[in-house]
């Protein structure tokens, strides 16, 4: 069976592939891995007792902190000599997690990154403008590869260097940008104030965007600005890097690639399964891979499946774009705030941009939240009964929607620091 046959298999079939998928990682890791071993023991589950897909809620999660304490190599079920690339995520807190790939799974990678190509439409006559940065993170040489494959024009610019990178992408005429979301952004700030014309000096058509949880209204906004499709990929460097899951035309949530990885949602407290439907923490389970495989790993980031059928035929099921991490998510006075739930409302409030930061502090014993964010470069910051009307309307709708204060400080368009990767948008400054 061919990958592109896997898309849109009648679900019986695919759950039959998976299961027998899922048998083999089991006996796998259960026989080659002593950390599996002692953890299926523990859980009083052989590899043979998975008898359907249901038994996988039986299984052990697989947390990041199990990655560190097998480092380096410990959760490979190959040799070395097998492993033709190494990736690995910085741990901001002592070290990084590790990830191996055979060639098996470099082919695995390059097919479902290339699905994800595919889903956008892209072939082999367009220009990939590849923003994404290269090293260790999966990000540049993930979708690098995948793209060379398919015989794509790749420009491996990287991350950095704004001015040159818009140089290069008019002169070499990319046809695709692939990059951060935010970063995106910051390249169509910069091309504006250097007096590009955006959608005539340029030949993009599409975007291939992730690393990043966004709102819809900056979604919108790259589109808009840069007169795009935009296409959304998620993936992680545990469990193989972008690709895992892909956004098809049809449809703004990901097709996950399902004869790879079994995704489901837990309740990220109990850790007990979601039904489709419900948000909660995705955990994913690799069935294909060689050197690393995964059981039930536990991603922090927060989404809902969806089994519906899709307009494009792809029987997959397909994950929201990440509404959050657990890690990211912030709780002031005791409510859960994601900083895309406030993106969403500044979006929705004219005369502000998606340049912004939360910073959390303390007020006596009370939490308080601050929330900076840069105004339009069209918007005089002196029109006093301007700026109070878009102070007030944001305020309002952050209490609408999030149940929360917030004490909104605007700031002249351009003064907040430019991420050239991922964004940070929050700044906790309480205590522990
Ligand atoms: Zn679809």
Known sequence: MDSVQFESLPREELEAVQLRRLQETCSRVYNLVPHYKESFDKAGIKPEDVKSLKDLSKLPFTIKQDMRDNYPYGLFTVSLDKVVRIHSSSGTTGKPTVVGYTAEDMKSWNEIMGRVYRMAGLNSSDILH?????????GGLGFHSAAEQMGMTVVPSSGGFTSRQLMLMKDYGATVLGSTPTFALHLAEVAL???????????LRAGV?????????????IEKVWGIQYFETYGLSEIMGPGVSGSCPYSKHLHVAEDHFIPEIIDPETGDPLPYGERGELVFTTITKQAIPLIRYRTKDLTTLFSEPCKCGRTLVRMESIVGRSDDMLIIGGVNVFPSQIEHVIAEVEGLSLNYIIIADKKGRLDKMDLEVEVCDT????????????????????????????????VANGTLARSEGKAVRVI?????
């Open 130 to 138: 590849n923003a994404y940065g290269y090293g260790l993170f999966t």
């Open 193 to 203: 104030k250097e007096g590009y014309d955006l959608k005539n000096d340029f030949k």
């Open 209 to 221: 965007f992730g690393a990043e949880p966004v709102s819809p209204g900056l979604k919108e906004e």
């Open 379 to 410: 918007i005089e910051l002196s029109d006093d009964t301007l700026m109070s009307k878009i102070k007030n309307e944001l305020r309002e709708g952050i209490r609408n929607h999030l149940y929360v204060n917030a004490n909104v400080i605007l």
């Open 428 to 432: 906790d400054k309480r205590p522990g």
